[in-house]
């Protein structure tokens, strides 16, 4: 059985930073691409960051570019999002979702239950 | 980037009732695309991809169709379970999700 579970998120002042973490089971974590989404709240989805299998190809959504870095450690099935220079436009729910296929451009087949950060003085 | 606009915003309808749930995309995303259900405190749920494929799991009263810039979620008689938000997502020209379509109970 396929699960993925977030960790790391909480109340952090505007400027600060966080790191998260997705603890992957149940698949072969190296062969899939895995992609950071985020929901604000209220609101709709937000593709935030996806990364091939192999940790090589990372891209990020222009909202975050700049200030948050993808990665994963394939050896311990996680993937991670460091998130600096936190805004408040940055509160949402943050979940990490593994890819249907290999591509970081895909449709997502498994979530997690997701993380919430929130960026409030 | 492809914009993705559902519509309606919101359907309310009653149980048994056939919906019928819209997504256009601004350029021809090919039959790439994709359907979620997401519930309240819950993660999204892939139903649909590639435009007609249902993902695994996914009960035969969920259906889609489209391609190119139009496509179409239909779900062919509502349980209970089924009132949600409903999102498509396309990856025909990088990634981009539609603002959502809420399913309400009439």
């Known amino acids: 059985e396929v699960q993925l579970l977030e960790s790391g998120g909480g109340l952090v002042q505007p400027g600060g930073s966080l790191r998260l973490s997705c603890a992957a089971s149940g698949f072969t974590f190296s062969s899939y691409a895995m992609t950071w989404v985020r929901q604000a709240p209220g609101k709709g989805l937000e593709w935030v960051s996806p990364i091939s299998g192999g940790g090589g190809y990372t891209y990020y959504a222009d909202s975050v570019k700049g200030r948050f870095t993808i990665s994963r450690d394939n050896s311990k099935n996680t993937l991670y999002l460091q998130m600096n220079s936190l805004r408040a436009e940055d509160t949402a729910i943050y979940y990490c979702?593994?890819?249907?296929?290999?591509?970081?451009?895909?449709?997502?087949?498994?979530w997690g239950q997701g993380t919430l950060v929130t960026v409030s003085s | 980037e492809i914009v993705l606009t559902q519509s309606p915003a919101t359907l309310s309808l009653s149980p048994g009732e056939r919906a019928t749930l819209s997504c256009r995309a601004s350029q021809s995303v090919s039959s790439y695309l994709a359907w979620y259900q997401q519930k309240p405190g819950q993660a999204p749920r892939l139903l649909i991809y590639d435009a007609s494929n249902r993902a695994t799991g996914i009960p035969a009263r969920f259906s889609g169709s489209g391609s190119g810039t139009d496509f179409t979620l239909t779900i062919s008689g509502l349980e209970p379970e089924d009132f949600a938000v409903y999102y498509c997502?396309?990856?025909?020209?990088?990634?981009?999700f539609g603002g959502g379509t809420k399913v309400e109970i009439k």
């Open positions: 997502q396309q990856r025909g020209n990088w990634l981009t």
């Open positions: 979702a593994k890819g249907h296929s290999t591509s970081t451009n895909s449709y997502f087949d498994y």
